[in-house]
């Protein structure tokens, strides 16, 4: 069955300005024909008079599964794939038909990927990387290093190497050629791209440190790309990044965030030279006053190089790609304080982090930052298909394409505010049941209500006045 849309204005991300009154004709999940309504005839028509229809809306990093909170890990254990499934179905139904996870359960993310691309399942397209190469698992100093000693070894290491397998930190004592036989043979079990560690991740030197050599790099990036994938880093510093590029990545994750010292001029021209696509994490204006009452003076600069950062890159000429480290966290975990005083714990108009709204909150951050609207929409679809080499199928609005797209009620290219009026959303070819999303609530479903003991329960040591007595003595050292 064809099905032909009619009146809207056609945003395709290939012409510099929206086209009115186009039809799009549809067979088979395709786009056969974008042309005049009477030229175009379809099985089943559907009007959208006075909408605006756009690509399907990407983003090139996310985490389906993010929440790696121990309780959460424990509770779920033999169902990551179901937490994978449940975030990629919030992606699609904010307007994301392809979404790229650059860390997390390999086995688990690929059957989810496989469940979705065969029809058995709604979701967001994933392309998804695995771990990253050269980094430990989620219950290790690179990530949550309270859980070693707290969960028993059996189960932190069983967490671990569902993350690691055999690509882990202990490549960092290897030479590059035994590093580039382990990189082979895990390209072997079916990732669809490599992201590989240019600096490390947190630790002791908020990650100042190189994880990989510069020939290492390299030959991480041959064999990424020997295979037939792109390959991508994670950096945090301005040499991390320029590693990277070096090293041929085809794209560079949170490139703005280098610690305290914003991009050096020639490392800007580098990035853009090399055409290598260019992730930001931004946030806006009111996000950064928000932020700044939370974070420490030494944090707060590395926030203020990263913006001056984003500025520089759209000024830059560089190939901007939208990407937030989008995930769902569990209403619990929302309060705790290690994720309230941190980005992650800005409101959720201001949240760069949340799978359903951060790509919304990125659209507005850029455009303050001065990124035209045309380069907003390129930089949420077209750019993104580009930088991971997708370009053919996904990522514009052309003849021959799958059938990837958003219908808006309000017009993207007058405001980043209005990415957010989705109307519809078509995958595949396939008008999307957005109200029957997420099919299977699990981390978006709400706090269960408290035990009817709860109403009883005092704790010991409360909050407010000092307690009397010995200051030591409340904290059990005397």
Wanted: with cysteine; hydrophobic share 40%; proline share 5%.
């Amino acid at each position: 069955m064809s099905l032909l849309l009619t009146g809207a204005t056609v945003i395709d991300g290939v012409s510099d300005q929206g086209i009115d009154g186009h039809a799009i004709l549809i067979d088979d999940g395709r786009i056969v024909a974008i042309g005049r309504p009477d030229e175009l005839t379809g099985t089943e028509t559907l009007d959208f008079r006075g909408k605006f229809v756009i690509p399907g809306l990407m983003n090139a990093n996310v985490h389906l599964l993010i929440n790696v909170f121990f309780e959460t890990l424990v509770r779920y254990e033999g169902r990551y794939e179901d937490l994978i499934v449940e975030a990629a179905q919030v992606a699609l139904k904010s307007g994301m038909t392809t979404v790229f996870d650059t860390w997390g359960p390999r086995r688990a993310l690929m059957s989810a990927r496989d469940r979705i691309d065969r029809g058995r399942t709604p979701g967001s397209r994933i392309r998804c990387a695995g771990n990253i190469i050269g980094f430990d698992g989620p219950f290790s100093d690179d990530f949550d290093k309270r859980i070693p000693g707290v969960g028993s070894s059996h189960f932190v290491d069983r967490v671990n190497a569902t993350w690691v397998e055999n690509v882990g930190r202990h490549l960092m004592w290897l030479t590059p050629e035994a590093v580039g036989e382990e990189v082979r043979a895990y390209l072997e079990r079916g990732v669809d791209f490599v992201k590989y560690a240019s600096n490390e991740h947190g630790a002791a030197a908020a990650g100042a440190f190189l994880q990989f050599s510069e020939r290492t790099q390299r030959i991480i990036v041959e064999e990424a790309h020997r295979g037939g994938l792109t390959a991508q880093s994670h950096t945090s510093t301005v040499e991390g990044l320029r590693m990277a590029i070096e090293a041929g990545c085809d794209l560079v994750q949170h490139c703005n965030m280098t610690g305290p010292t914003e991009i050096p001029r020639e490392t800007l021209e580098l990035l853009a030279g090399k055409n290598c696509g260019a992730v930001v994490f931004p946030l806006t204006d009111n996000g950064f006053k928000i932020l700044k009452e939370s974070v420490s003076d030494h944090e707060w600069t590395m926030w203020q190089a990263s913006d001056a950062n984003a500025r520089n890159l759209v000024d830059s000429g560089a190939s901007i790609l939208l990407a937030n480290d989008g995930g769902i966290f569990a209403p619990e975990v929302r309060s705790e304080p290690m994720i309230k005083g941190t980005w992650n714990g800005l409101p959720e108009d201001e949240a760069l982090g949340r799978l359903a709204t951060g790509h919304f909150v990125w659209l507005k951050a850029m455009e303050e930052k001065g990124m035209s609207p045309m380069a907003l929409l390129h930089a949420a679809t077209r750019n993104i298909a580009e930088a991971y080499q997708v370009d053919d199928d996904l990522g514009t609005l052309e003849a021959g394409k799958i059938a990837d797209l958003v219908v808006l009620d309000e017009d993207p290219l007058q405001s980043a505010k209005n990415y957010q009026s989705i109307h519809a959303v078509i995958k595949d070819g396939a008008v999307v049941d957005l109200d029957a999303l997420p099919e299977q609530p699990l981390l978006t479903a709400d706090l269960p209500p408290s035990p009817v003991e709860a109403a009883r329960y005092r704790k010991a040591v409360h909050h407010g006045a000092r307690l009397p007595g010995c200051p030591s003595c409340l904290n059990g050292n005397h």
